[in-house]
């Protein structure tokens, strides 16, 4: 009898088959999952099983399942195959990897990566999409999410599509499957390729493995999300949301809606505009000072930026100024309930660190030459080190001793780029494998060490918190670091030099950051990433917004930061007494309905910059805010699409509620001048 596992609305069966390993049901809709197929010493195989047996069971995360079964494989003795799958109790979409583990090889007898993961039966489909999330715009000098309807020609056309996320519906019901990894386009590890039988292949396109890849050490796989809801697209990209918010990463904390504050917008206003060094302020006094500020503003967690340490590698304190070490910065925080954060740079270690007498042997090198040392923002020059190598245990240790000897729980990962290794010693390929092949290897694998990193802090640390700056392009993103962290988004947006070929701007002769300052331009610009939230919350998308005088910029930084990217960063103590005030105020109310907020599926009217801009995020129980930007004076009219809580607030007297029959509110928004304006549901 085939095995059957049921839970909440879900049931999963283990035909085993070829065409059939394994079926996913929702309320008697299916998909059918058929083998992988790899390529093992020379010959593709479909990896059908003679029977799947479960092997063990446990609560992944509160609210999901974690199933593992195992078979043999049926063409080839030697091989077994875990499926590692994870069911929520309360959303339709599964994760799961495979491990393939036995005494053969892996091959690439065609130069290229050859595994069909899974094919996607989409004959159902009257409309397929793809949800792509690591284009990078250089107009905003940020990724941005992409929602593109594809045409059913392109099945017959054989179109190769990259994902992460293809999605069909039948306009009864929909369904979607995505893939865990990163990279910015064209460069793809894997792709949907679509077939004139309507079926969409997953294939590895490159360093998924390398030639020769032994499986006695076992082969895990990335993971994977399927899943079906009823209606359309907008049911399904829900569903799928709340997936990503509750069911799918381990690490909750990274999905709280905590305030951040980051040192650096000061560091760098003080080498930009006073023409002094990144770290004059990096010091004790300076940092008591802030906080003081930060938490009078309403923030949670204070991160500490570049220059806190000595060196590199050593992650230690820099004693000379901060002479009782963190002591009395994390004393004032404990006293304010504020959490601490701190910077890394994950690959670098300083030539006299203890990471670099451990770990020569885990340079990074390109070529046969290694890595050579150079400074790091202001401290002693470092090296390069291998996140694919025995050096990322070293690097999650020392990250560990700082949860415990310093109070760290928030880590900002800085400078990791996806590429830069090709190395026959580390663990992306060997002497045996072109120099192409280890560099494809590294680049793959790389965010899967990061995770790997992650989970063994959070191991020791539950509530620890990775954000990894992406705010560059050519850096992994994609759903693999989602599923254990959060991303650090956007600096200042474009440069300069990001709107043209750099050879009409020489020299960038009038500084290289353009949005810098306060007034409507620059939060504009970092609302534009917001169109994740229809996907992907925006609680994981990290940007600081600036609290400089005066309130109409305060105001309209407010309204936009409480969307979801809820980060501040500035000269706190230039700020006035009432913009300090204004902020505890409204943050105050924020904190009242934030996981509300967290949790709303996004409505908006107009898109970014047009006038109105109107967001509205509410919750369960009618909770949340609406927030609206305008550039024109004059009265907007706007009736909320859910039904709001009565408990009014708003940002000034001149908004007026009123609550609707039917629960939902009518807002009026009187502008004298352009601005924003907020509207809270649900706070005292
Ligand atoms: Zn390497």
Request: proline letters at 5%; hydrophobic letters at 35%; one cysteine or more.
């Given at each position: 009898?085939?095995?059957?596992?049921?839970?909440?609305?879900?049931?999963?069966?283990?035909?085993?088959?070829?065409?059939?390993?394994?079926?996913?049901?929702?309320?008697?809709?299916?998909?059918?999952?058929?083998?992988?197929?790899?390529?093992?010493?020379?010959?593709?195989?479909?990896?059908?099983?003679?029977?799947?047996?479960?092997?063990?069971?446990?609560?992944?995360?509160?609210?999901?399942?974690?199933?593992?079964?195992?078979?043999?494989?049926?063409?080839?003795?030697?091989?077994?195959?875990?499926?590692?799958?994870?069911?929520?109790?309360?959303?339709?979409?599964?994760?799961?990897?495979?491990?393939?583990?036995?005494?053969?090889?892996?091959?690439?007898?065609?130069?290229?990566?050859?595994?069909?993961?899974?094919?996607?039966?989409?004959?159902?489909?009257?409309?397929?999409?793809?949800?792509?999330?690591?284009?990078?715009?250089?107009?905003?000098?940020?990724?941005?999410?992409?929602?593109?309807?594809?045409?059913?020609?392109?099945?017959?056309?054989?179109?190769?599509?990259?994902?992460?996320?293809?999605?069909?519906?039948?306009?009864?019901?929909?369904?979607?499957?995505?893939?865990?990894?990163?990279?910015?386009?064209?460069?793809?590890?894997?792709?949907?390729?679509?077939?004139?039988?309507?079926?969409?292949?997953?294939?590895?396109?490159?360093?998924?493995?390398?030639?020769?890849?032994?499986?006695?050490?076992?082969?895990?796989?990335?993971?994977?999300?399927?899943?079906?809801?009823?209606?359309?697209?907008?049911?399904?990209?829900?569903?799928?949301?709340?997936?990503?918010?509750?069911?799918?990463?381990?690490?909750?904390?990274?999905?709280?809606?905590?305030?951040?504050?980051?040192?650096?917008?000061?560091?760098?206003?003080?080498?930009?505009?006073?023409?002094?060094?990144?770290?004059?302020?990096?010091?004790?006094?300076?940092?008591?000072?802030?906080?003081?500020?930060a938490h009078k503003m309403g923030?949670?967690?204070?991160?500490?930026?570049?220059?806190?340490?000595?060196?590199?590698?050593?992650?230690?304190?820099?004693?000379?100024t901060f002479p009782h070490g963190?002591?009395?910065?994390?004393?004032?925080?404990?006293?304010?309930?504020?959490?601490?954060?701190?910077?890394?740079?994950?690959?670098?270690?300083?030539?006299?660190?203890?990471?670099?007498?451990?770990?020569?042997?885990?340079?990074?090198?390109?070529?046969?030459?290694?890595?050579?040392?150079?400074?790091?923002?202001?401290?002693?020059?470092?090296?390069?080190?291998?996140?694919?190598?025995?050096?990322?245990?070293?690097?999650?240790?020392?990250?560990?001793?700082?949860?415990?000897?310093?109070?760290?729980?928030?880590?900002?990962?800085?400078?990791?780029?996806?590429?830069?290794?090709?190395?026959?010693?580390?663990?992306?390929?060997?002497?045996?494998?072109?120099?192409?092949?280890?560099?494809?290897?590294?680049?793959?694998?790389?965010?899967?060490?990061?995770?790997?990193?992650?989970?063994?802090?959070?191991?020791?640390?539950?509530?620890?918190?990775?954000?990894?700056?992406?705010?560059?392009?050519?850096?992994?993103?994609?759903?693999?670091?989602?599923?254990?962290?959060?991303?650090?988004?956007?600096?200042?947006?474009?440069?300069?030099?990001?709107?043209?070929?750099?050879?009409?701007?020489?020299?960038?002769?009038?500084?290289?950051?353009?949005?810098?300052?306060?007034?409507?331009?620059?939060?504009?610009?970092?609302?534009?990433?917001?169109?994740?939230?229809?996907?992907?919350?925006?609680?994981?998308?990290?940007?600081?917004?600036?609290?400089?005088?005066?309130?109409?910029?305060?105001?309209?930084?407010?309204?936009?930061?409480?969307?979801?990217?809820?980060?501040?960063?500035?000269?706190?103590?230039?700020?006035?007494?009432?913009?300090?005030?204004?902020?505890?105020?409204?943050?105050?109310?924020?904190?009242q309905v934030r996981d509300e907020?967290?949790?709303?599926?996004?409505?908006?009217?107009?898109?970014?910059?047009?006038?109105?801009?109107?967001?509205?995020?509410?919750?369960?129980?009618?909770?949340?805010?609406?927030?609206?930007?305008?550039?024109?004076?004059?009265?907007?009219?706007?009736?909320?699409?859910?039904?709001?809580?009565?408990?009014?607030?708003?940002?000034?007297?001149?908004?007026?509620?009123?609550?609707?029959?039917?629960?939902?509110?009518?807002?009026?928004?009187?502008?004298?001048?352009?601005?924003?304006?907020?509207?809270?549901?649900?706070?005292?």
């Open positions: 009898m085939t095995l059957k596992i049921s839970q909440g609305g879900l049931a999963v069966k283990f035909p085993g088959r070829g065409k059939s390993l394994w079926v996913y049901e929702n309320n008697k809709k299916r998909i059918e999952i058929p083998a992988p197929v790899f390529e093992i010493d020379g010959r593709r195989k479909a990896l059908s099983v003679d029977s799947f047996r479960e092997i063990s069971k446990r609560e992944a995360l509160p609210g999901v399942v974690e199933h593992v079964l195992e078979g043999q494989v049926a063409s080839d003795a030697r091989l077994t195959l875990q499926l590692v799958i994870r069911i929520p109790k309360k959303n339709p979409f599964v994760r799961f990897h495979y491990v393939l583990r036995g005494d053969a090889k892996l091959t690439r007898s065609t130069g290229h990566d050859s595994i069909t993961y899974l094919s996607l039966d989409m004959k159902a489909a009257r409309e397929v999409r793809e949800v792509r999330l690591s284009d990078f715009d250089e107009l905003i000098h940020s990724y941005v999410p992409a929602e593109d309807a594809i045409p059913l020609q392109n099945f017959k056309d054989k179109v190769s599509l990259m994902g992460p996320l293809l999605c069909g519906s039948d306009l009864k019901k929909s369904w979607l499957c995505a893939y865990e990894h990163g990279s910015q386009p064209p460069f793809r590890f894997l792709e949907f390729a679509l077939r004139p039988d309507k079926k969409a292949d997953l294939n590895a396109m490159r360093g998924n493995y390398w030639n020769g890849f032994d499986l006695r050490n076992g082969y895990q796989t990335i993971w994977f999300d399927i899943g079906i809801v009823e209606g359309g697209f907008d049911e399904l990209s829900r569903e799928w949301r709340e997936f990503v918010l509750r069911w799918m990463s381990p690490n909750s904390a990274s999905r709280t809606p905590y305030i951040f504050y980051n040192t650096w917008n000061f560091q760098e206003r003080h080498q930009a505009w006073d023409k002094g060094k990144y770290l004059d302020f990096m010091n004790e006094t300076r940092m008591l000072e802030e906080i003081e500020v923030i949670d967690v204070f991160v500490l930026d570049t220059g806190w340490y000595q060196k590199t590698g050593d992650w230690e304190v820099n004693m000379r963190l002591d009395l910065i994390r004393e004032k925080l404990s006293k304010y309930n504020m959490k601490l954060g701190l910077w890394y740079s994950p690959t670098h270690a300083a030539a006299t660190s203890r990471l670099t007498k451990k770990h020569g042997d885990c340079l990074m090198s390109w070529n046969g030459k290694k890595s050579s040392a150079h400074p790091v923002w202001e401290t002693e020059e470092s090296f390069s080190y291998c996140l694919c190598s025995n050096y990322w245990e070293s690097f999650a240790d020392e990250l560990i001793r700082c949860v415990k000897e310093l109070g760290v729980t928030y880590f900002k990962w800085d400078a990791i780029g996806q590429f830069g290794c090709d190395d026959p010693g580390h663990s992306h390929g060997n002497a045996a494998n072109s120099p192409e092949e280890r560099a494809d290897c590294y680049a793959f694998e790389q965010v899967r060490y990061m995770s790997k990193i992650i989970d063994r802090i959070c191991a020791a640390c539950p509530e620890a918190i990775v954000d990894f700056d992406i705010t560059e392009a050519h850096r992994s993103v994609g759903l693999a670091f989602l599923a254990s962290g959060k991303y650090f988004l956007i600096n200042n947006g474009p440069y300069y030099r990001s709107f043209d070929d750099p050879q009409y701007a020489p020299g960038g002769g009038m500084g290289s950051n353009v949005f810098v300052f306060p007034g409507p331009a620059r939060p504009r610009l970092c609302r534009q990433p917001l169109a994740y939230d229809r996907w992907i919350p925006s609680v994981l998308f990290l940007t600081h917004f600036l609290p400089d005088d005066p309130e109409s910029s305060q105001t309209i930084n407010i309204a936009s930061m409480i969307l979801g990217q809820n980060g501040i960063w500035g000269d706190l103590p230039k700020i006035s007494a009432g913009g300090v005030e204004l902020y505890g105020k409204l943050l105050g109310y924020y904190k907020v967290t949790s709303a599926f996004p409505v908006c009217s107009g898109f970014v910059g047009c006038n109105p801009e109107i967001h509205e995020k509410i919750g369960k129980k009618g909770k949340g805010v609406v927030c609206i930007f305008t550039d024109n004076k004059g009265t907007y009219r706007y009736v909320t699409a859910n039904r709001v809580n009565p408990k009014l607030k708003s940002s000034d007297d001149s908004v007026k509620i009123k609550i609707l029959k039917d629960k939902r509110a009518e807002i009026i928004f009187n502008f004298e001048k352009g601005g924003a304006k907020i509207a809270f549901f649900g706070v005292e």
